[in-house]
C-alpha cells in the first residue's frame, strides 16, 4: 500500500510515533479516498474491521495532526459535522473538490471539475488575493428519490 507508506514516511519525518491508532485511521481514508467520512464514521469502520484498532478520541487527535501535516482535508457541510478525506498534497497547492450532499440520507458525493477555478486565476490577475470558495450542492439523491 503505496500512500500508507507515504503516511508513514510523513510522520517519521515529523518525528511523530507510528501507531496503531493513526495506521488505523489512515487506513480507512485510504480504502475510502473518494468519500468525506466523519469521525465518527471513520470511528464505525474501525470498528468493524477485525485488523484495525483505534479509540473514538484517537480518532480525534491522529485526524488533527494529519490536517496539520497536510495529509488529510477538512470539509464543513451546512447542518453537519466535519468530514475528512485524505489529501496527501503539498501545502501550497491545496487539494480542492466540491460535493454533492444528499438532504435525507446525508450521503456525501464529488462533483466533477471547478467551475469557479478559472473565475478565481482571472481575479488573481487583476490584483486579488488569497481567494477561497466553497461549493455545497444538495437535494436528494437517487437512492432518496426512489
Request: hydrophobic share 35%.
Amino acid at each position: 500500500m503505496k500512500e500508507l507508506e507515504k503516511f508513514k514516511e510523513i510522520l517519521k519525518f515529523h518525528r511523530l510515533r507510528i501507531t496503531q491508532s493513526r495506521l488505523a485511521v489512515a487506513s480507512i481514508l485510504i480504502q475510502n479516498r473518494e468519500t468525506p467520512f466523519t469521525p465518527e464514521e471513520i470511528f464505525d469502520c474501525i470498528q468493524r474491521s477485525d485488523d484495525l484498532y483505534c479509540d473514538q478520541v484517537s480518532v480525534y487527535r491522529t485526524l488533527s495532526i494529519f490536517e496539520d501535516l497536510g495529509l488529510v482535508s477538512k470539509f464543513l457541510f451546512h447542518g453537519q459535522a466535519a468530514r475528512y478525506m485524505i489529501s496527501i498534497s503539498n501545502k501550497n497547492t491545496p487539494y480542492h473538490k466540491h460535493y454533492f450532499k444528499c438532504d435525507q440520507c446525508h450521503w456525501v458525493e464529488p462533483l466533477g471539475d471547478c467551475i469557479l477555478l478559472k473565475t478565481e486565476k482571472r481575479l488573481e490577475k487583476k490584483g486579488y488575493r488569497n481567494l477561497h470558495h466553497h461549493i455545497e450542492v444538495t437535494g436528494l439523491c437517487p437512492r432518496c428519490t426512489t
